[in-house]
């Protein structure tokens, strides 16, 4: 049953809480939204990985109109980092 790790809205905000994967138990994160899922071109939300001295570092992954759906298979701690945007969305992980 997928879980909201970060609240459908405009104004940029960090998931909560941080999505744990373990090996061999991949996890999907995906955007959603209220009504029809249509995401503007320019609003994204990135992931990022938590470094061993516990700061979040970039992955190159991103969330966005093209990429509503992502699987992580890495272990580690992640965190989805959406700045502001115009229309909002939010993540669900499962």
Request: hydrophobic share 40%; aromatic share 6%; no cysteine.
């Amino acid at each position: 049953m997928p879980t909201q790790i970060l609240a459908e809205a405009a104004t940029a905000a960090n998931s909560s809480p941080d999505t744990v994967v373990v090996a061999g138990t991949p996890k999907t994160l995906g955007l959603f939204r209220a009504g029809e899922l249509k995401i503007e071109l320019n609003e994204r939300a990135f992931i990022t990985r938590k470094d061993a001295a516990g700061e979040y570092q970039p992955t190159g992954l991103m969330l966005s109109s093209t990429q509503h759906d992502i699987v992580i298979i890495a272990p580690g701690t992640y965190r989805v980092e959406r700045p502001e945007v115009e229309d909002g969305f939010g993540v669900i992980e499962d």
